[in-house]
């Protein structure tokens, strides 16, 4: 059988987080997963929620999270094919993660930029006189 990719780091120290990052961090991987939190979805489904995502790239990403157990890719035989993709238990278990990484983002990244702190020393010099 295979070994999946975060099967193969020789995981020394610190590892478990680059183990982790590398599992999660493609270009659209966080997005897919995000969306996929909040249930089922076809694969023309997650392309729309993902503006400036390729076709062949979409499909690459979920490849790689289905080889790495953390979705499931659910093929009905029918015309026309309907494929869809869902948490598995184990990328069900990213959600405290990913949501952790939601907050962090809004009150980091998103947040409102704060003055320069030489504006800041300048305010109160000339607030003081």
Same mark, same amino acid.
């Given at each position: 059988?295979? #070994?999946?990719?975060?099967? *193969?780091?020789?995981? /020394? !120290?610190?590892?478990?987080?680059?183990? %982790?990052?590398? &599992?999660?961090?493609?270009?659209?991987?966080?997005?897919?997963?995000?969306?996929?939190?909040?249930?089922?979805? #076809?694969?023309?489904?997650? *392309?729309?929620?993902? /503006? !400036?995502?390729?076709?062949?790239?979409? %499909?690459?990403? &979920?490849?790689?999270?289905?080889?790495?157990?953390?979705?499931?890719?659910?093929?009905?035989?029918?015309?026309?094919?309907?494929?869809?993709?869902?948490?598995?238990?184990? !990328?069900?278990?990213?959600?405290?993660?990913?949501?952790? &990484?939601?907050?962090?983002?809004?009150?980091?990244?998103?947040?409102?930029?704060?003055?320069?702190?030489?504006?800041?020393?300048?305010?109160?010099?000339?607030?003081?006189?």
């Amino acid at each position: 059988m295979a #070994r999946t990719r975060h099967e *193969r780091f020789d995981c /020394s !120290g610190g590892c478990p987080v680059e183990a %982790t990052l590398a &599992l999660i961090g493609g270009k659209w991987k966080g997005v897919i997963l995000w969306h996929l939190l909040h249930g089922t979805m #076809r694969f023309n489904e997650i *392309r729309r929620r993902l /503006s !400036g995502v390729t076709q062949r790239m979409l %499909t690459n990403q &979920l490849r790689e999270l289905e080889a790495d157990g953390l979705i499931i890719r659910t093929v009905y035989p029918q015309v026309p094919p309907k494929v869809e993709y869902c948490l598995s238990e184990h !990328g069900r278990s990213l959600e405290p993660v990913i949501l952790a &990484l939601k907050a962090w983002g809004e009150a980091n990244v998103l947040a409102p930029a704060l003055p320069p702190v030489s504006s800041i020393k300048e305010s109160m010099t000339s607030a003081a006189a």
